[in-house]
């Protein structure tokens, strides 16, 4: 039971590359998200899905894609990577309504 | 939209003495659950006490407990006997039961002296 996986822990891109971010769990979970992670604003919360072919905006989806077509996967793509969305990243997954969240260990991304 | 407020960027305790970290937060919905996270330096979120906003009693895990004020809107985590282990980033998370989005707030940098 590996719980949320993410790949990579870390990624450095050039302004303008696309590139995506994996998230993968094993523990049948039908909720993800995908967090960002800045100095002094905690995390914000960029999209999220309830299950497989479900998926819905949250508070900083621009320039960000996401896709659910298993339970499993729920990856993240820059589109255009700007040094704006230089940041940290977290996917989370969760059982059932009123779960706590559980974490990826993150990626850490540098857009220069 | 939920919002979570953490108004202690930073606390400091000393080690086996007692801290309470603040958080308040604002819905308009009555279905709902409240969480404490911890992130060490090791970057891991880590979930250490979940709170059912329908249940008055206040949740304990060990050395954690929270003081749940429904109507205040507050929900405070006290950490007893603190631990050097203990240092980490502390955020305050709020989860609707409508559309299952888990808001955080700014986190408070707990720091124990030995």
């Known amino acids: 039971n590996a719980g949320v996986t993410q790949t990579p822990k870390f990624q450095v891109l050039k302004t303008g590359q696309s590139m995506t971010l994996q998230c993968a769990q094993d523990?049948?979970?039908?909720?993800m998200s995908w967090y960002r992670q800045d100095p002094g604003m905690g995390l914000r919360l960029i999209h999220y899905s309830v299950g497989a072919g479900i998926t819905d905006q949250g508070e900083v989806p621009n320039g960000y894609n996401v896709s659910r077509s298993t339970t499993e996967d729920f990856p993240l793509r820059l589109l255009s990577a700007a040094p704006s969305q230089t940041s940290v990243y977290f996917c989370?997954?969760?059982?059932?309504?009123?779960?706590?969240?559980?974490f990826g260990s993150g990626t850490r991304l540098t857009v220069v | 939209a939920q919002t979570v407020t953490q108004s202690q960027p930073e606390m400091s305790v000393q080690e086996a003495e007692t801290v309470t970290l603040s958080c308040t937060y604002d819905t308009s919905e009555s279905d709902y659950y409240l969480f404490w996270y911890k992130q060490p330096p090791s970057r891991q979120m880590i979930l250490v006490i979940r709170q059912e906003a329908y249940k008055q009693q206040n949740a304990t895990e060990n050395r954690f407990s929270v003081n749940f004020q429904k109507a205040a809107k507050s929900f405070s985590l006290k950490i007893s006997d603190s631990q050097l282990g203990d240092a980490a980033m502390y955020f305050c998370a709020y989860r609707s039961a409508r559309d299952e989005k888990l808001t955080f707030g700014t986190g408070t940098r707990l720091t124990i002296i030995p």
């Open positions: 523990m049948n979970h039908e909720y």
């Open positions: 989370a997954s969760s059982y059932e309504t009123g779960d706590g969240y559980t």
